[in-house]
C-alpha cells in the first residue's frame, strides 16, 4: 500500500468546488468553497491568528500558488519571500514557520484539487517535503521504458524463446504513490497492465534478497535519513535564587486585560489573544507609554539582580576553592608538629 492511503483509506478527494481562476480572482468564492471543502473532509477549519491579526487565507493561496505550490515553495525556500506580502510587525517572530505549518494544515489539500486537480486518496507531504526535500509528489503522468533482459539457457537446460535485447517497449504510466525512496506507478503496455516501483536513481543501493513467494514488493533500501534536529542548547539548572527575567510593557498589559477578561468572559479564553491584541493596537501612545515605562523599570530590576546574583555566585565559587587549600594547610601544620 502506498503511503498515500496511509491513515487516509476511506477519504478521498472531493471534486473541485470552484475554478483556480475563480477562486484567485474572487475571495468571496475562496471563503466559501474552503469552507465546505473542509466540511466534506471532515476536518477541522479555523481562521489563525498571527500578531494579533486574523491570517488572510485567500492572499496565502494566491501567493503560494503563483509560486507553482506549496512543495515548490519548500524546496526553494520562499516561505520568507511569500512573508513580506503580509507585512507583519517586527515583533512577529518565526513567520516563515508559522505560515508554512498554517498553510501545510488548512490549505494544502485546498492546493491538490483545486490548483493540481488530484484525485483519488488524500495524500500528506511526507517529512521530508515538509523540511524541503527535493523530492515532491503530486498525481501526474510519468514515461517508463522497460527493457526487457535476454533469456539464455545452459545446457542440459529447457531452451526457452530468446527477446532481441535493442527491443525496448514503452507506455504511458500513472504515479499512484510516493514513499520515501520512489514512486508506485502502473504502466500499460499494450493491452497489458504492469504494476512496479521507480526509485530515485541516486539514493539506490544494492538490492536485498527477494523473497521466494515473490509477492511482496520489498524496496531498495534508502541512504539513511537525517532529520533536522536542532541541537539541543545546554538548559541552565534551575535556581530558585536565579532572579526572575523581566517583562515587556506589553507583557504587563496582557496579563492585567487577561485578568479582567477572564471574569468577564469565562468561557472564551481562546479568544482573549486577539482580543488583547486589538486593544493593545487600539491605546493612544500616551496609554501605551505608561506600560513600557513600567517594562522599562522591570528590566532594571533584572539587570540589578542579575548582577547581584552573579557577584554572590563568584563569592561562593571562591569560598569553594579556598577551603580545601586551607584543609590542606592545617592537616601539613599537624603532621609537622606530631614530627
Sequence with gaps: MSSSTVGNEEKLYPSPLASHDDIVKDPSVFWDTLRRFHLLLSTKFMIPVIGGKELDLHVLYVEVTRRSGYEKVVAEKKWREVGTVFRFSATTTSASFVLRKHYRNLLYHYEQVH???????????????????????????????????????????????????????????????????????????????????????????????????????????????????????????????????????????????????????????????????????????????????????????YKRELKEYKEKMKTMQNLEVAAPRNLTGSVLNGSQRMA
Design 115 to 301: 490548483f493540481f486537480n488530484v484525485k483519488g486518496p488524500l495524500y500528506s507531504p511526507s517529512s521530508d517535503s515538509f523540511s524541503g526535500s527535493k523530492h515532491s509528489w503530486r498525481s501526474e503522468l510519468a514515461i517508463v521504458e522497460y527493457s526487457p533482459k535476454p533469456v539464455t539457457h545452459t545446457k542440459g537446460s529447457k531452451p526457452q524463446e530468446s527477446i532481441d535485447p535493442s527491443s525496448n517497449l514503452s507506455g504511458r504510466g500513472t504515479i499512484e504513490g510516493k514513499f520515501e525512496c520512489g514512486y508506485l506507478v502502473s504502466v500499460k503496455v499494450g493491452s497489458e497492465v504492469l504494476r512496479g516501483v521507480l526509485y530515485h536513481p541516486e539514493e539506490l543501493v544494492p538490492p536485498p534478497t527477494v523473497p521466494q513467494n515473490g509477492n511482496a514488493i520489498v524496496p531498495y533500501g534508502c541512504k539513511p535519513h537525517h532529520s533536522g534536529r536542532r541541537r539541543r542548547r545546554n538548559k541552565r539548572k534551575w535556581d530558585p535564587n536565579y532572579p526572575k527575567p523581566n517583562r515587556s510593557g506589553y507583557n504587563f498589559f496582557f496579563a492585567e486585560r487577561h485578568y479582567k477578561l477572564k471574569s468577564l468572559y469565562p468561557n472564551r479564553e481562546r479568544e482573549f489573544t486577539k482580543m488583547i491584541g486589538q486593544s493593545w493596537n487600539s491605546l493612544s501612545p500616551e496609554e501605551r507609554m505608561v506600560y513600557q515605562n513600567i517594562g522599562l523599570r522591570d528590566k532594571e530590576r
